[in-house]
């Protein structure tokens, strides 16, 4: 291997490294304006399931649970904490098949609120037929069983 490329890796090395400090940087600073204690299982298992979703390996979870005195969190736990390659580190709205299960839908909460804030207008273009007398009982019927939808859409409300 030439020294050029050795130069390389090691540039890539120390991007890589900045960006992970960043990253614990940003959920440390998280975690705690959370109301998480630092260095409490609740702080440890926030940021380090954070982390794993942008790319940190177990190996390097569970070097951040040690340097926290939680070397002996199961396996698992950092398993399940990384990303999987195959999913996307971020979904968008639409259609979502989990492998080895029937298709779904998954919607994004910045567009569950949108569908809902544009439901209620309806419901209140509703009211004001309603009040007049021109609305059939059956549309009143369906829109009764869109409240539950509208009610779930809302449900998302927060931060992820």
Request: with cysteine; hydrophobic share 40%; proline share 3%.
């Amino acid at each position: 291997m030439s020294s050029h490329a050795i130069g390389e890796e090691e540039v890539g090395d120390t991007m890589r490294a900045r960006r992970h400090k960043r990253y614990v940087e940003m959920f440390t600073a998280e975690a705690l304006s959370a109301g998480f204690r630092l260095g409490s299982l609740e702080f440890v298992t926030s940021v380090a399931t954070q982390l794993g979703q942008f790319g940190f390996s177990e190996d390097e979870l569970r070097e951040f649970a040690a340097r926290h005195g939680y070397d002996d969190l199961d396996p698992r736990f950092f398993q399940a904490a990384v990303r999987h390659p195959s999913l996307p580190g971020r979904l968008e709205t639409g259609v979502l098949k989990p492998e080895g299960d029937w298709l779904g839908v998954f919607i994004r909460g910045d567009d569950a609120l949108s569908y809902a804030r544009r439901l209620r207008s309806l419901f209140a273009a509703l009211e004001a037929r309603a009040s007049s007398g021109d609305v059939a009982q059956e549309e009143i019927s369906a829109w009764a069983k869109l409240q539950s939808l509208v009610e779930l859409l809302e449900s998302c409300r927060g931060q992820p």
